[in-house]
């Protein structure tokens, strides 16, 4: 019973303090961000496995933000930015050597940044008592980054632009667990196309990429293209990449458009074709 009490009178301060603070705030003060998406069609047919509920056609990410303050329900975060650092609370976090993996154990934790030019540096620590800390330093043309976590796990990174041209060489190795990566290197060459006649971040990469695994698992290597928002229209995107890694027979393609219909209002089209299963869909996606 007096649990109850208890809970009533916590209930009613937090609706004191809260409720008028609430109704204060207006579009005015507050940044807000919400997207719709609902699948018209996919392989399956039209509409698929929808039931005609709320909660089935509809998936709402909102983000909010005022002053320094943001938080998002997509990636589950409340951040503080200042103007040379930032921290933020994850309902879910992790720590990844580039693009190799050899993470920690994603978990609620605390990340850390700060921007020190020509320094950054960043630090993740979770509830797991994981974490993991990495920094870039630029110098002229060339930076240079280095990452390491609390799994042992540690890679460097060197960026290069030559001229419309970034050379990029990664190297990860450490902290392999069963069936992880125990060491792998990327080179990676991305042509933009911005300033060429085309707007945005439309670029042409493509990239190597080896990675062993530990008790004998033989070496992969992947090589892949890829396309970035090339304007077939003034309306529309396009996307695309191929991939063919080594012990799989087939090589894999993919191709997204992104036409904008309105002020806010977007359908993506999405095709790929993995060993000979092709797969489609339609979206249309409502940003507020």
Known sequence: ????????????IVAMVCVPTFAAVTHETVDWEAT???????????????????ADLIVVDLTLSTGNWSASTA??????????ANIGLYAATDYDIYDFGMGIAEAQGVTLGAELAPMSLDAVYTRGSEYGVGGTYTADQLTVGAKYNSTGAYGVELVSPVGPITLTGQYGAGGALLGAVESGYLVKGSYALTGNGYTGDSAVTLQYKSTKAPLLVPTTTEISAELVDF?????????????STSGVSAVTVTGTTVTTLADGVTLTLDIASTAGTLTYSGVIGVSL
């Open 1 to 12: 019973m007096k649990k109850g009490l208890v809970g009533i009178v916590v209930l009613a």
């Open 36 to 54: 719709l998406d609902w699948t018209i069609f996919d392989e399956t047919g039209i509409m698929p496995d929808a039931s005609y509920t709320t």
């Open 75 to 84: 990636d589950a975060f409340i951040k503080y930015t200042a103007e040379m």
């Open 231 to 243: 304007p077939i229209t003034g309306t529309t995107m396009l996307g695309a990449t191929v991939t």
